[in-house]
């Protein structure tokens, strides 16, 4: 029940295009969900975070979809870019943002 | 405003060896995490600190890892002894802590720990 899950495991998507990342969680305990990017032999880095009051968030060309009902909460990449090549996690927690589980990554590659 | 600042960033030793790392984390962050990444995954948390507290340990396998975090600032994460599965990316991570209107939370670089 703690874990997150996500798909797909990659994903090669032209420049220009959309980059679509899914995931999907069980505890409805979980009020907190952010996107993380990871550049290779860097940290995770904070990209976009929702909570579920609300069913969408906008920011840039960065989009957050969350179905509470189905548990379920999605990332869109507008317009990708070759810099958006990296690899994508998606998190949950509870108690407002501590304790995350994190999804198993995304890796993206725009091809130029 | 400097990140969390981790060090070492690679570590090599053979197993059965000790190994600590050390976080330093944003200041004014009254929260400090210890995540595990093995290669192709998602940070796994090992411990969580509110201040010098630690008030998340249950995924820290106690027998050969241990944390402190004195003072409530730095946090130096020890492995003794180091096994073969130990290798992987440790992270620290940092954030205001509860009752802040946000609680992202801010990764480090990490520490690549090869064991042979």
């Known amino acids: 029940q703690q874990q997150v899950k996500q798909s797909p495991q990659s994903l090669i998507v032209q420049k220009g295009g959309i980059s679509i990342i899914n995931c999907a969680y069980e505890n409805t305990a979980f009020d907190y969900f952010p996107w993380y990017q990871q550049f290779p032999g860097k940290g995770p880095a904070l990209l976009i975070a929702?909570?579920?009051?609300?069913s969408e968030k906008k920011e840039g060309r960065f989009t957050i979809s969350f179905n509470k009902s189905a548990k379920q909460f999605s990332l869109h990449i507008m317009d990708s870019q070759p810099g958006d090549s990296a690899t994508y996690f998606c998190a949950a927690s509870k108690n407002y943002g501590q304790n995350f589980v994190f999804g198993p990554g995304t890796r993206l590659s725009v091809l130029p | 405003e400097a990140g969390v600042v981790q060090s070492p960033r690679y570590k090599i030793i053979e197993k059965k060896q000790p190994v600590a790392f050390w976080c330093n984390p944003i200041s004014g962050h009254n929260t400090l995490y210890w995540y595990l990444q093995n290669l192709g995954q998602g940070p796994e948390l090992l411990i969580r600190y509110e201040n010098e507290e630690a008030v998340d340990d249950s995924q820290l396998p106690k027998d050969r890892f241990s944390a402190e975090r004195l003072k409530g600032v730095d946090s130096t994460l020890k492995i003794q002894p180091a096994e073969l599965g130990d290798s992987a990316v440790y992270l620290c991570?940092?954030?205001?802590?509860?009752?802040?209107?946000?609680?992202?939370?801010?990764f480090g670089p990490g520490t690549r720990l090869t064991v042979l």
């Open positions: 929702i909570r579920p009051d609300v």
């Open positions: 991570a940092s954030s205001l802590g509860v009752g802040a209107s946000t609680d992202t939370q801010y």
